[in-house]
Structures are given as structure tokens and as C-alpha cells.
């Protein structure tokens, strides 16, 4: 990759970051047409191994980009491109986004008391709920979409009561689903 | 408006190691985790306010994640805060993952890993839905009142989740409705 690929691949960043309505998830298929189909600079299985890994690891969604970047990085030029490559990633992805979000954040609490300001967070309050309780429906049956795999199906129910409830400690949750998942019990 | 007063953070990096803390807990999405440390933890905001900044970081481009991120911020400490929380959110868990993949290059193919992650998957789902059901209760404070709002939220869910409308579509047209609805019905 020569100077103009890395300077094409960070203004398509920057680009995708303002259309980013709802997170980078919703733009899988079209950097994989970009990176995978288009440029080659990643493989299919590359691809799709740095979304799975990202939805599986902790952190915000958003770093299965700085793990494509790690891996575009590792193609070009091995560990002292990658580390490079995927901070480049993250920022590109993330910088026009977050600064739009930092100059909406200073508009709205200078004109918190404005109908309109008041009326868009309290429209809008259903339909994100809703469209969060969507995601988690939409997680769950992509694992779990067959009667055979109603042990997952209870696993959801169970952690989603257990949160409810609020006593139990949520990462414990996790690494006890985990440890069962691992000697197969649930998946 | 009846302003409750509410614990704050201490200082930037108590919002930093806040956020890193439960950016590393957050497996399959940190949200769930988000709403429990700033609302009942931290307790930095009502449950009603998590709801109403929830709504512009999810309408906003960006994760929303790092969105709501970068709103606690810049509420306490301006851009100074914006910029320690994001970074907390970030700086950990993306050396984490790079960890991680790594490790995945070596064991991915063990049965073992995968089922684990399917479990933890499972888990996860359960941790978004039970935190979305949560955020309902807040919405009995809300000017559309409980009728109004019960429609959208389940007009919301059936598109999506059954429906499998593009996301966009649905937070425009349902979003547009609810937000017209509420300006009409809040007084000046």
C-alpha cells in the first residue's frame, strides 16, 4: 500500500463516520465491499473474524474497525504497521462523529429549555428504547435460532431477569455463561 | 423543572477509570453496563435522564455508546471531559481485543471457544433487553403519556425485530411522529 491507499482509506473512514447513524455495525456490508471486495486489502475471513471477535470482546462495538485496521496493517507491513494502522482506523471512524456529537451536546444545553429541544428527547425516548430491546432480540436469535437451542433462549432469560433484579454482579453473569458455554452445558 | 442533586464525578480521571472500568466489563455491547454504573451506581443521573441523553446519542452519528460517552463528559468537565471519558472508553479495551485476537488466531478453531461464545452471546442479549426494559419505566414521566408511548415502543420493536425494517427508516418515521406528538402536547 503506497501513500495514496492510506490516504483513501482514512478519507472513507472520515466519510462513513458522519453516515454512522446508530453505531459502525450498521456499516459492515458496506466496508466490506470497500476493504474486502474492492480494495483486497483484507481477506474474507480476516473480515469477518475482527466482527466477531469485536461483538465477543468487551468494549464499545465500535473497535471491530481498529481490528480491521490491525489487520489491514499486518498485510502491508507486519506488527510495525498494524498498531499504527488500527489507531488510525479507530480515529478516522470516530473523530467527525464525536465531534459532531461534543458540538450537539454544547448546542442542547445552552438551549435545553427550548420546546423543541424538550420535545425531540421526549419523542424520540420510545422508539430508541424499543429499538435497544430490538438489538437484544436480534442477538439473541442470531445465535439461537432453532428449538434445539432453547438452553440459550433460557440463558437469555435468566440473565435478563438476574439484571432486572439488580443484585447480581453482571460480569460474574458473563464469565459463569461463559465457563458453561465452554464445557457445553448451554451451546 | 426540580433539580434533584445528584453525586457527580470527582475529577477527570475518575470519569476516565469510570469508564475504562466498565467499558472492560462490557462484553457484546457496554450499555447495559453504562446504565447500571452512571444510573444506579454512580448514580450521576436519574434513570429519566439516562433515557432523554440516550435519545440524542442514539439519533446522532457514532456509536451511541461512545455518543453518551461524550455527552456525561462534557457535561461535568467541557471538552476536557469528553475527551477523558471517550479515551476511557477506548484505551484499554482496544489494547484488550488486539490481546484477544491474537489469542483467537491461536484457539479459534477449539470447539470450546466458540461454544463459550455463543453462551456469552446469550448472556449478553439478555443484559440489552433487560436494560431496554428498565429504560420503559422511566417513560411513565413522559408528556406523550403511557398509551402514546407503549405504541411507539412496541410499532419500534415489531419492525425491527420481527419486521426486519432498516433501522434508519424506523427512527426516522416513529421518531418523527413521537417528537411532533411531544411538541404539541409540551407547554411553553
Known amino acids: 500500500m503506497n501513500w495514496a491507499d492510506w490516504l483513501d482509506l482514512v478519507k472513507h473512514l472520515l466519510a462513513y463516520s458522519v453516515a454512522s447513524i446508530g453505531g459502525p455495525l450498521g456499516l459492515v456490508s458496506e466496508l466490506h465491499r470497500y476493504l474486502v471486495t474492492q480494495e483486497h486489502w483484507l481477506t474474507d475471513s480476516q473480515f469477518n473474524a475482527s466482527v466477531v471477535l469485536a461483538q465477543a470482546a468487551p468494549g464499545p462495538n465500535v473497535l471491530f474497525v481498529a481490528l480491521l485496521g490491525w489487520n489491514i496493517g499486518m498485510n502491508a507491513g507486519g506488527y510495525l504497521y498494524a498498531p499504527g494502522v488500527a489507531l488510525l482506523s479507530l480515529v478516522g471512524i470516530l473523530l467527525p462523529s464525536c465531534s459532531m456529537m461534543f458540538f450537539a451536546t454544547k448546542w442542547i444545553s445552552r438551549n435545553q429549555d427550548l420546546r423543541a429541544v424538550k420535545a425531540f428527547k421526549q419523542g424520540m425516548s420510545p422508539t430508541v428504547i424499543a429499538m435497544l430491546i430490538a438489538s437484544g432480540w436480534l442477538l439473541a436469535t442470531a445465535n439461537a435460532s432453532t ?41 | 423543572m426540580n433539580q434533584v442533586p445528584h453525586p457527580v464525578p470527582e475529577s477527570l480521571s475518575d470519569l476516565f477509570f469510570s469508564f475504562t472500568r466498565l467499558a472492560l466489563q462490557g462484553f457484546g455491547g457496554v450499555l447495559a453496563f453504562m446504565e447500571r454504573m452512571l444510573v444506579e451506581k454512580k448514580q ?50 482496544s489494547i484488550t481485543i488486539v490481546v484477544l485476537g491474537l489469542v483467537y488466531a491461536q484457539f479459534g478453531d477449539q470447539p470450546q471457544v466458540n461454544q463459550a461464545l455463543r453462551a456469552m452471546g446469550a448472556v449478553a442479549a439478555g443484559f440489552i433487553m433487560a436494560t431496554g426494559i428498565k429504560l420503559l419505566t422511566a417513560l411513565q414521566k413522559n408528556p406523550l403519556g403511557i398509551r402514546v408511548c407503549a405504541g411507539l415502543a412496541l410499532a419500534g420493536f415489531i419492525t425491527i425485530a420481527w419486521l426486519h425494517l432498516h433501522s ?17 402536547k409540551i407547554k411553553t
Do not use: C, H
Open chain 2, 168 to 184: 434508519i427508516l424506523v427512527l426516522a418515521v416513529l421518531g418523527l411522529v413521537g417528537t411532533s406528538l411531544a411538541y404539541s
Open chain 1, 147 to 187: 428449538l434445539g437451542d432453547w438452553r440459550l433462549w433460557v440463558t437469555t432469560g435468566v440473565a435478563a431477569v438476574l439484571v432486572i433484579d439488580g443484585r447480581v454482579n453482571m460480569f460474574w453473569l458473563l464469565a459463569i455463561g461463559g465457563g458453561l458455554g465452554a464445557l457445553g452445558i448451554i451451546s
Open chain 2, 44 to 93: 450521576w443521573m436519574t434513570r429519566d435522564e439516562f433515557v432523554q441523553e440516550w435519545a440524542v446519542a442514539r439519533t446522532m452519528p457514532g456509536p451511541p455508546a461512545m455518543n453518551l460517552s461524550i455527552m456525561v463528559g462534557a457535561k461535568y468537565f467541557g471538552w476536557r471531559g469528553s475527551v477523558f471519558a471517550a479515551a476511557g472508553m477506548l484505551a484499554a479495551p
